[in-house]
C-alpha cells in the first residue's frame, strides 16, 4: 500500500507546485524532485506492493516509503493548515498580500524546513532500494484491468457459494419434521464453509416462510453485548408484526428483555436463526428467551465451534469441504461464467483449485480475481499458481485460504485496496451503509475522479467491483434493488484486518490491553474512549476518527478533550454517530480541513453559526438528531455535497407528521455543489426559498416539508433546472394541503423515486413521461380519477404504495401494465370495492400488501393470474374476502391456490394475531375487532 500512499502525496504535490503558493527559495526544487522520484517509483511499488510479504528486506523498503510519503503528506497539509487559519477572506490588495506573508512567514519556514529534511531521506531511501524482478510491465497491466460488459454477470448469488440443493433438502426436512416440542438445528463447520448461506437459503424459502410465519434472523459476533442480542429480536419480532418495538425496551434489563422476547413467541410457532455463535454462554443465555411451546418451534444455530454443538442435544449439522467435482464446477462457474475452462488452462487452473482445499469462500475469491483476466496468455495464469509459493500438503485448511484470499488483495487496484482496507474500521457485527460508506470513501480521497461522473457514482462503482470479486457481500437491498448495508465476510475480515494492521492503515481501539501502533492516522474506537487518552507515547497525526456503540455516558465521554488535541488539527472525517452527546462540540470548528462531519442519532440540538469555518465540509449528517433549524451561516459551506437533516417523531409510515425536517433562513441557492438536501421545511418565506432551489442543478435527491399550494408554481419552475434529479420527496403542511405540481413542462428525465404527501387536485400527467422511475409513493392525495392509468406503461417501475390516494371503488390493472413492478401496497383506500387484474398485467409482481380497505370484501379478480407472486398480506381486511380464500371452504381459493404465502393480521386482545389461510377457520370472528372501531399504532409497512 505504499504505492497508495505515495499516489495521494503526489496530488498534494501537484497542488503545492501549481497553486501560487509563497515558498521560500529552493523549497519549489526540493519539492519537485521529491514529486519526479515518487512518480518515476510508481510502477515499482505497485509490483512491490504484491511481493512484500514474501520479502522481508522489501517489505521493510516499502515501509519506509510508506513513512516518508506520510511525513510529507503531513509537511504540507500542516502548512495548508497555516494558511487557511491565517487568511479570513480574500487577499484584496497589494498591502494586504504583504501582510499575509508575513504573518505567514514561519509557516513556509517549518515547511521548508520539513521538506529539506524529507528530501535527504528520499535520497537515502531511493538508494538503497532492493532488488525487485522485472514484473511491473504484467502488474501494471494486471492492476489497471478493470470488469467489462459481462462484470454484471459476475455478481455473487449466495447459491453459486456451494452446491446446497442436497443440504438444503436435508435442513429443510428437520425443520419440517412433525415434532411440537421445540428444536435446535446447530450448523457448524469451518469459517468459510458455507454455513450462513446456507441457513440464509432455507430461511429465505416461501415454504419455509409459510410455515413459521413468526420468523427473525439474529446476526452475533464476539463483540456484541448480550443486552443489544435480545434487543435486536425484539426489533425484529415487532418487524414481523408489522409493529414498532415499544420505547421502553431501551430501559429494560436483560431479564426484562427475555421475558418480553418470551410473551411474543409464546402463542406462535416460530423459526430463529441465529448465525455465528461463537461461545456455550452465549447460546445458554438466549435460549432461556425461546420458550418450548409446544407449536413446532424450531431455533438454527450456525457456529465454528464444536462445543456449541455438544451443549445442546438437538440435531446437528455438519457441513464439509466440497468434493473435487463440485468445486471445480463452481470454480469454472465463477472465472468463465458458466462456460467450461479452456483447455489450455485446465492443468494450471487445477492446480490453483488445488490450493483452495475445497474451502467455497477460497474458491469463489480466487475466481473472482482470475474472471477479469485474458484467456490467452497461460503464462499469467501460472505466475498466480507460483506466487503460493510451493505446495505444502497436510497444512490447515485456513492457512491455504489466507494465501488465496491474500492473492485476491494483492490483485486489486491500489484504490480498491485502499476501500477494501477501509471496511476493517468497522465493528465486525456492523452491517455498513452503503451510501455512509461512499461518503467516507470520498473524504479520505480514495475515490478519483472520473469525466462525466460524480464521486458518488465513481465510488458505487467501486464497490460494485469489489462485488464482482466476491471481497463484498450484501446484507439488505431496498425495494427497488439498490444495496443498503454491505459487509465482508468473516475470514476475508480476519486477513483484510491483518494487512490493515501490518501496513498501520488504521487503528481499531476496542480492547483496554491492546498494543498501540507508534503512529496512528485512522482512528476507530469501538465501545470506549477512554483508553484511547491513556496513550503517551503514540503518535496521534489522525485523519480521521469514527467511534462506534460508545457506551460512555454524557458525563464521561471525552470528545472535549480529544477534539482539543493536538493529534486531531489534520481532520478530514469525524464520524460521532451514536455517541452520547447532548451538545455541538465547539473544538469541530477549529477542525479546518474536516469533509466528513456526522453527528446522526446523537441528541444535539444546534448548530453554532462558526460552522462557517470548515469551509471544505462535503458531508453534514444531522439525521435524528434533535436539530430543527440551521444557521444562517451555514450557506457559506460551498462545498457541502450531502445536507441531511431529519428525524423521526413517530415510527409510522401511515402518520402524517411523523418526520420533522429542518428551518433555515440562509440563501440556500449559493450551495452550489448540493447533491443530497433533505428535509427542508419551506413553510416560512417559502416562495423567495422555492425560487432559491432552482439554482442547484447538482441535487440529486431532494426533500420538502410544509408545503403550500401557493407556492407551487414556484417549485414547478425550480424542478424544470434540476436535470440531474433522481429522488424527489413533497410533503404538505397538512394532509388536506393541496400540492400543486402540476405545471412541469420539462421534468428531471433520471428520476427514479417519487414521493408525494398530501392532495392531489388531478394527477400529475408528467409522471407519466418518467421512463426511469423505480419507486413511487402516493398519500393522501384523495384522487377521484383512477391514477393507474398513468402508472400502468413506466417501464421501470418497481414498488409501488397508494395510502388515502384514491376515493374511487374499482381499481383496474390492464393487460400489459406494470412490467416490472415487484411490490404493491394499498392502505385505507375506504370506498375501494373491486380489483380487477387482467391476464398480463404485473407479471413481475411478487408482494402484494392490502391493508385498511374496509369496503372491499371481493377476491381481486385475475389475481390468479399473477404467476410470479410469492407473498399476500393483508391488514385489518374485511372477514368477508378472507373466508373466500379458505383452503377447501373458500370459493375464491383457487385463485391464490400456487401463492406460498397468504396471511391475514389483526389487532387482538393488545397484540397482533397473524393467522395463515389454513389456521384463519380458527379465529372466532368478532364485529368489534373492525378497524373502524380500535385504534393504536398502525404497522410499518415501508419508511420513505
Known sequence: MAESSVSFLLEKLTWLLQEEV????????????????????????????????????LKVW?????????????????????LVDHQQGKIRSYFHKILFGIK?????????????????????????????????????QRFSSRLDSQGDALLLEEADLVGIDQPKKQLTDLLFKDESKREVISIYGM?????????????????????????????????????????????????????????????????????????????????????????????????????????????????????????????????????????????CRKTFQGNSCPPHLEEVCRNILKLCGGLPLAIVAISGALATRGRTNIEEWQIVCRSFGSEIEGNDKLE?????????????????????????????????????LIRLLIAEGFVNSENGKTLEEVADRYLKELLNRSLLQVVEKTSDGRIKTCRMHDLLREIVNFKSRDQNFATVAKEQDMVWPERVRRLSVINSSHNVHKQNKTIFKLRSLLMFAISDSVNHFSIHELCSSTGVKLLNVLDLQDAPLEDFPVEIVNLYLLKHLSLKNTKVKSIPGSIKKLKYLETLDLKHTYVTELPV???????????????????????????????????????????????????????????????????????????????????????????????????????????DIHNISKPPQYLQQLYLSGRLEKFPQWINSLKNLVKVFLKWSRLKEDPLVYLQ??????????????????????????PSLKVLGLDDLEGLKHMIIEEGAMQSLKKLVMQRCGSFKNVPLGIEHLTKLKTIEFFDMPDELIM??????????WRVQNVPTVYSTYWRDGGWDVYSLETFGERESDSNHSSAKRTRELPTLWKV
Open 22 to 57: 509563497n515558498l521560500q527559495r529552493g523549497v519549489r526544487e526540493d519539492v519537485q524532485y521529491i514529486n519526479d522520484e515518487l512518480e518515476r517509483h510508481k510502477a515499482i511499488l505497485m509490483a512491490a506492493d504484491s511481493m512484500e510479504d514474501k520479502d522481508p528486506e
Open 62 to 82: 516499502v515501509k519506509r516509503v510508506r513513512v516518508i510519503a506520510q511525513d510529507m503528506e503531513d509537511a504540507i497539509d500542516e502548512y495548508y493548515l497555516r
Open 104 to 140: 505567514t512567514m514561519k509557516a513556509r519556514h517549518k515547511i521548508a524546513s520539513n521538506i529539506q529534511g524529507i528530501k535527504s531521506k528520499v535520497e537515502v531511501i531511493l538508494r538503497r532500494r532492493p532488488i525487485i524482478p522485472d514484473v511491473a510491465s504484467s502488474s501494471s
Open 191 to 331: 469459517g468459510g464453509l458455507g454455513k450462513t448461506t446456507l441457513a440464509k437459503q432455507v430461511y429465505d424459502d416461501p415454504k419455509v416462510k409459510k410455515r413459521f410465519r413468526i420468523h427473525a434472523w439474529v446476526n452475533l459476533s464476539q463483540s456484541i453485548k448480550m443486552e443489544e442480542i435480545l434487543k435486536d429480536l425484539v426489533q425484529k419480532l415487532h418487524n414481523v408484526f408489522g409493529k414498532p418495538a415499544p420505547g421502553s425496551i431501551g430501559t429494560m434489563n436483560n431479564d426484562d428483555l427475555k421475558e418480553l422476547i418470551k410473551n411474543l413467541l409464546q402463542r406462535s410457532r416460530y423459526l430463529i436463526v441465529l448465525d455465528d455463535v461463537w461461545n456455550v454462554k452465549v447460546w445458554d443465555d438466549v435460549k432461556h428467551s425461546l420458550p418450548n411451546n409446544n407449536r413446532g418451534s424450531r431455533v438454527m444455530l450456525t457456529t465454528r465451534k464444536k462445543d456449541i454443538v455438544r451443549a445442546e442435544l438437538g440435531k446437528d449439522f455438519h457441513l464439509a469441504f466440497l468434493p473435487e467435482q463440485e468445486a471445480w464446477s463452481l470454480f
Open 400 to 436: 491455504d485460504m489466507k494465501k488465496v484470499l491474500s492473492l485476491s488483495f494483492n490483485e486489486l487496484p491500489y484504490h480498491l485496496k485502499s476501500c477494501l482496507l477501509y471496511l476493517s474500521i468497522f465493528p465486525e457485527f456492523h452491517a455498513i451503509e452503503h451510501m455512509r
Open 633 to 739: 451561516e451555514v450557506a457559506e459551506l460551498k462545498r457541502l455535497r450531502h445536507l441531511l437533516v431529519y428525524r423521526y417523531e413517530i415510527e409510522s409510515y401511515a402518520h402524517f407528521h411523523s418526520r420533522h425536517g429542518f428551518k433555515v433562513a440562509a440563501p440556500i441557492g449559493n450551495m452550489l455543489s448540493l447533491q443530497k438536501l433533505c428535509f427542508i421545511e419551506v413553510d416560512q418565506g417559502s416562495r423567495a426559498l422555492m425560487v432559491e432551489l432552482g439554482k442547484l442543478t447538482q441535487l440529486r435527491r431532494l426533500g420538502i416539508r410544509k408545503m403550500r399550494k401557493e407556492d407551487g408554481a414556484a417549485l414547478c419552475s425550480s424542478i424544470e433546472k434540476m436535470i440531474n434529479l433522481r429522488s424527489l420527496n413533497i410533503t404538505a403542511i397538512e394532509d388536506d394541503e393541496i400540492i
Open 793 to 818: 406503461d413506466l417501464p421501470n417501475l418497481r414498488h409501488l404504495e397508494f395510502l388515502q390516494v384514491y376515493v374511487g371503488d374499482t381499481l383496474n390493472f390492464n393487460a400489459k401494465g406494470f
Open 884 to 893: 373466500a380464500l379458505r383452503p377447501n371452504v373458500g370459493a375464491d381459493y
